[in-house]
C-alpha cells in the first residue's frame, strides 16, 4: 500500500535529519512526484465541529469561511507536520474549493483546498482532503427520503443515488484540487437510534437490494441477518469508492479513520485489507493491534494521539515502543480558526496547558505532539 509524505522542509534540523524519504510517488505532477515519508507525522485542524450558542455540533456552512491557506500551511509548518489532513467537503455538506460538483463553503474567502495543497506541496508536505462518508447535512437536507434526518451521526443509507453523488464529488475533488489523497471518515450505517423509529423505505429497498431476501415484515432485521446487511453495505460503498478513486487517480491515497476497529460490520472488511493506510481513531491501543491484524500487506497503520479526551500524548510517546509509529491527531480551532500559535506550544510545559476550558486537553497533547514532530525533548 502506498503512504504519503514528503519530507517537511523547515523542520528543527534534528528532526530532518532522522528522516529518510522513500521513493514511491503518490501522485504524478508537472514539479514531480512527492516523496512518501518513512514515518507519518499528520494532523488536522478539525473543521467538521464548531461550538455555536454552548453547544456542539457540525460547524454551520461557511464557518471559518475566511481562513487563511498560508496561516494554516503555516501552522502545520511549525507544528512539525509532514502530512496535512484538511477538507474537501466537511460533514455540512460544503466544499472547500471552488468551482466543484459541491457548492463551496457560503462566503469562501479563498480556494482554500487548491491552495493548501499548492503551499503545502511547496513546504515538502503531502495534503490530504477529507470525506464523511456516513454523514452529510447537505445531501440529507436535499434528499429527505433518503436520509434519517440530519443529525449529527451516521444518517446516510449506501444507496445507489447516495453513491453516485459521493463518489462523483471525490473524483472531482481529486481532477481539480490535486490533493494526494483523502481520509473517509465515517464509513457506518445509519445508528441504531435512527432506526428505531423504523428503517426508511430506501434503506428497506437497499436492504433487499444487497441480500437478496425480503426485508422482514416485522420491519427490524435482527441478529445476523441484520449484521449481513451492514457488512455488505459497507463493502457496497468501499467498493464504488475504491472503483472512482482507482479510475480518476490510483496513486491517490485511500485513507479510512475509524473510532472502532472492533465493530463487528467492518470484521475482516476488504475494505481493511485494500485502504492504503488504516487509522485507529481511539486512543484504545487494543483497537490499533485489531486493525493491524486485519489490514492488508500494503495498509499502512496510524495511530491517533490527540482529539478524544482519553488521549495523553506526552504518555504515549514516552514509550519507546510507540514513537517508530505513524501518527495523528486532530483538533478543533479556535474562533480564528487556529490552535494556538505554535511558539505558545513550545515556550511553557505541557503540563501547563490545563486551563482553557473545553481546548485544554488538545492543547496539553498538541503541546506534546509538537516536541516529538519537531524532534526536540518532550
Request: charged content about 20%; hydrophobic content about 40%; glycine content about 8%.
Amino acid at each position: 500500500m502506498i503512504t504519503r509524505r514528503a519530507f517537511l522542509k523547515g523542520l528543527a534540523v534534528a528532526a530532518a535529519a532522522t528522516e529518510t524519504a522513500a521513493t514511491l510517488s503518490v501522485s504524478a505532477r508537472a514539479a514531480g512526484p512527492m516523496a512518501i515519508p518513512k514515518q507519518i507525522k499528520a494532523f488536522c485542524i478539525d473543521f467538521n465541529w464548531a461550538r455555536v450558542n454552548n453547544s456542539s455540533g457540525f460547524a454551520p456552512p461557511g464557518h471559518w469561511a475566511d481562513a487563511s491557506p498560508e496561516e494554516h500551511v503555516g501552522w502545520y509548518e511549525g507544528l512539525g507536520a509532514n502530512v496535512i489532513q484538511t477538507f474537501a467537503v466537511s460533514c455540512n455538506g460544503y466544499a472547500w474549493y471552488r468551482h466543484g460538483f459541491v457548492p463551496p463553503q457560503p462566503g469562501l474567502k479563498h480556494d482554500f483546498l487548491s491552495d493548501m495543497v499548492r503551499l503545502g506541496h511547496k513546504k515538502g508536505m503531502l495534503v490530504m482532503g477529507y470525506f464523511c462518508v456516513g454523514a452529510n447535512s447537505k445531501w440529507g437536507k436535499d434528499h429527505p427520503s433518503l436520509s434519517y434526518g440530519t443529525p449529527c451521526t451516521p444518517h446516510i443509507p449506501f444507496t445507489d443515488s447516495y453513491l453516485d453523488y459521493l463518489c462523483s464529488s471525490m473524483q472531482d475533488a481529486i481532477r481539480k484540487t490535486n490533493l494526494d489523497g483523502f481520509m473517509i471518515d465515517w464509513v457506518w450505517n445509519p445508528s441504531e437510534e435512527l432506526r428505531k423509529r423504523g428503517w426508511i423505505p430506501a434503506e428497506q429497498k437497499l436492504f433487499t437490494q444487497l441480500t437478496g431476501a425480503p426485508f422482514p415484515k416485522n420491519g427490524r432485521p435482527a441478529g445476523e441477518e441484520k449484521l449481513e446487511y451492514d457488512r455488505k453495505a459497507i463493502n457496497h460503498c468501499w467498493a464504488r469508492i475504491k472503483e472512482s478513486r482507482d479510475s480518476v487517480n490510483p496513486k491517490c491515497v485511500l485513507w479510512l479513520t475509524a473510532n472502532n476497529m472492533a465493530d463487528p460490520s467492518i470484521h475482516d472488511s476488504p475494505m481493511l485489507q485494500q485502504v492504503d493506510w488504516a487509522m485507529n481513531e481511539s486512543p484504545d491501543m487494543q483497537l490499533y493491534r485489531i486493525g493491524k491484524q486485519m489490514a492488508g500487506p500494503r495498509t499502512r497503520m496510524i495511530q491517533n494521539v490527540v482529539g478524544w479526551p482519553g488521549h495523553n500524548t506526552e504518555k504515549f510517546l514516552r514509550d519507546p515502543a510507540n514513537r517508530t509509529l505513524d501518527l495523528y491527531g486532530f483538533a478543533m480551532p479556535r474562533a480564528n480558526s487556529l490552535p494556538l500559535p505554535i511558539k505558545t506550544y513550545l515556550s511553557k510545559p505541557v503540563e501547563s496547558f490545563t486551563r482553557e476550558g473545553i481546548f485544554s486537553t488538545n492543547d496539553r497533547n498538541i503541546a506534546a505532539l509538537a516536541r516529538f514532530y519537531r524532534g526536540l525533548p518532550l
